[in-house]
């Protein structure tokens, strides 16, 4: 019995622990921008829903699809009562860097310790790196969507899609 108690618990100390799922609480963030600014969710509470784009890393093909779609059809996400960011745990100069070269009108996030993406459980074991995965956090702070089928080409038409699908209000 005092075996089968110690493998028990050997196994949970290393399972990883619960991942997120639509309904959670969105873990919070402070985290440094693009635009020379910092973002926290918590700002965002009663007042928009807010996207966070997580991806790999900046100037790789994929991520540069990405943050062109997102840049060249902001407009169609901007319809709506939302603030949206791509996050990566690159450091904040090459997410700058990045923007400015792919012309992003909107904030880029820098996770460079990797805890927020550990957090939002997107960090890529190793390589401190994001999984390509958006989430869609409603103004209580919840998550209303986590999106792990990202199309780079189309992810500005595909997020404002999903944004209207979850009943996020428009702008007037």
């Known amino acids: ?3 089968l108690f110690l493998l028990a618990m050997c196994f949970s100390i290393a399972l990883p622990a619960f991942a ?3 309904g959670d609480q969105a873990p919070a963030f402070s985290l440094a921008a693009s635009d020379g600014k910092t ?6 509470r009663g007042k928009q829903a ?5 991806y790999p890393k900046a100037f790789t093909k994929g991520c540069t699809i990405e943050c062109k779609s997102l840049a060249e059809n902001g407009h169609l996400i901007r319809e709506y ?11 904040v100069e090459d997410n700058k860097k990045f923007a400015d070269e792919q012309k992003a009108d909107f904030p880029l996030l820098s ?16 390589l401190n790196m994001a999984k390509r995965v958006t989430f869609y956090i409603g103004k209580d702070g919840k998550i209303l969507k986590i999106d792990r089928d990202i199309k780079p080409a189309s ?3 595909d997020m404002a899609a999903t944004l209207g699908e979850l009943g996020v209000a428009r702008k007037e």
């Open 50 to 54: 807010v996207v966070v784009a997580w």
């Open 1 to 3: 019995m005092r075996k």
């Open 111 to 126: 996770d460079p310790t990797g805890e927020v993406a550990e957090a939002y459980d997107v960090k890529m074991p190793v």
């Open 155 to 157: 992810s500005a038409q």
């Open 20 to 22: 997120l799922e639509v």
């Open 81 to 91: 009562d939302a603030a949206y960011f791509m996050a990566s745990t690159d450091e």
């Open 39 to 44: 973002y926290s969710l918590e700002d965002y």
